[in-house]
């Protein structure tokens, strides 16, 4: 969808601060009737508001913004026609160079617009597709207002006009949502077999296509889990700083208990949360922080969160390698020096060739 220009200004001036509430209120009805111009504004507010130290997009940040604040100049455009007749002309040339200004900028804003945009492939269904490619995350504002940020190797798919008796959406990969609550209308995350029903709520999902396992961790709220191939079974309700680990798929008759007593089988583990860690602390959504925690992760498990997270490929040359166990967090390290840092916690040897790592036991002989 084409975006005109006139939305640019709006979205320079509020985001400076120097709108109108005329053209705050304009803006926002623009927002709330496009979804994808909802989640291309949200991407831009993000780069706006993230001055925390250390922010991997704060060089970014402050460009954006020198360009953005200029944006004030357009009150100049606003000027009635006959003052603009009357001012010398030394005012005029000034003026005019000011509105060359803002148009300037807004030609900046519409090439950052198109860089910026999360990946959305609508399909001839109508359905949204966004899409975290390895090496990246996301977050996207929902068409309810409901935020959700999206781990890399992940796509998350919904009905574009969330007008059914229910909001929907699918999940393959990591996400967490911090859902705007709606009376009477449930949000639901179908997570291959799993699926989460919630009213108003704040929580994680993992459900990627090569683990075997659906982890879902509650931070505010209520969430309730069911699965489509034990339809009768009781649903599990999941308690704030609760984590629930259930496997994708029920393999044979693992219990065998009467109708009306039947609980989701199998359930793997539920976890308390230690409720004394802020939530950028928890190994669940610190990745929301662009921070990437492990711990007692094996090297397999840790292998596929790095593939993911650096976009690479992880090859193990033995097996006694893959035993080694690992406790640390990742933030902004390249490849190299986050190998380097795993090598000084546990002994190993790595190469690597392009986008692929060869990890073996270190020996007396090796390097």
Same mark, same amino acid.
């Given at each position: ?8 200004? =709006? #979205? ?12 705050? +209120? ?41 360009? =953005? ?44 617009? +198109? ?36 781990? +890399? ?8 006009? %969330? ?7 699918? /999940? ?6 911090? #859902? ?13 077999? #799993? ?7 704040? %929580? ?6 090569? !683990? ?9 709220? /209520? ?36 109708? !009306? ?86 002994? %190993? ?6 986008? !692929? =790592? %060869? ?9």
């Amino acid at each position: 969808m084409e975006t005109p220009e006139p939305i640019y200004f =709006l #979205i320079s001036r509020y985001l400076s601060g120097d709108a109108t509430e005329e053209e705050r +209120a304009s803006l926002m009805k623009a927002l709330q009737q496009d979804p994808n111009l909802m989640q291309q504004f949200d991407l831009l507010q993000q780069l706006w508001v993230a001055d925390e130290p250390g922010n991997a997009m704060d060089v970014q940040n402050e460009k954006i913004k020198k360009i =953005l604040q200029l944006a004030a100049v357009e009150e100049l455009l606003e000027q009635p026609a006959t003052e603009m007749e009357t001012v010398s002309p030394h005012q005029k040339k000034f003026r005019f160079r000011k509105w060359m200004m803002t148009a300037a900028i807004a030609g900046i804003i519409v090439s950052l617009w +198109a860089i910026l945009q999360p990946d959305h492939k609508p399909n001839p269904k109508s359905t949204n597709e966004i899409v975290a490619h390895k090496g990246s995350r996301t977050r996207t504002l929902l068409p309810d207002g409901s935020i959700v940020w999206l781990n +890399a190797g992940s796509t998350l798919s919904y009905d574009p006009a %969330f007008d059914g008796p229910q909001r929907e959406i699918v /999940l393959n990969g990591e996400a967490f949502f911090d #859902i705007a609550p709606q009376a009477g209308k449930p949000f639901i995350v179908h997570a291959g077999n #799993i699926d989460i029903k919630v009213l108003g709520t704040a %929580f994680n999902v993992k459900s990627y296509a090569d !683990e075997h396992t659906v982890e879902t961790t509650l931070l505010r709220g /209520l969430v309730q889990l069911s699965r489509k191939d034990k339809p009768d079974a009781k649903p599990i309700l999941l308690k704030p700083h609760q984590k629930l680990v259930l496997e994708k798929e029920i393999k044979g008759n693992i219990v065998n208990q009467k109708k !009306e007593n039947a609980l989701l089988l199998p359930v793997q583990s539920v976890l308390q949360l230690d409720t004394t860690l802020r939530d950028d602390e928890l190994p669940e959504t610190a990745w929301i922080y662009n921070r990437l925690q492990f711990r007692g992760d094996g090297f397999p498990e840790l292998a596929k969160k790095l593939e993911r997270w650096y976009n690479i490929k992880i090859h193990f040359e033995d097996e006694a390698v893959q035993s080694l166990t690992f406790n640390g967090s990742l933030e902004n390290e390249t490849v190299e020096q986050a190998f380097r840092a795993l090598q000084v916690a546990v002994p %190993f040897s790595f190469t690597i060739k392009g986008n !692929e =790592l %060869f990890i073996r036991s270190r020996t007396p002989a090796s390097p």
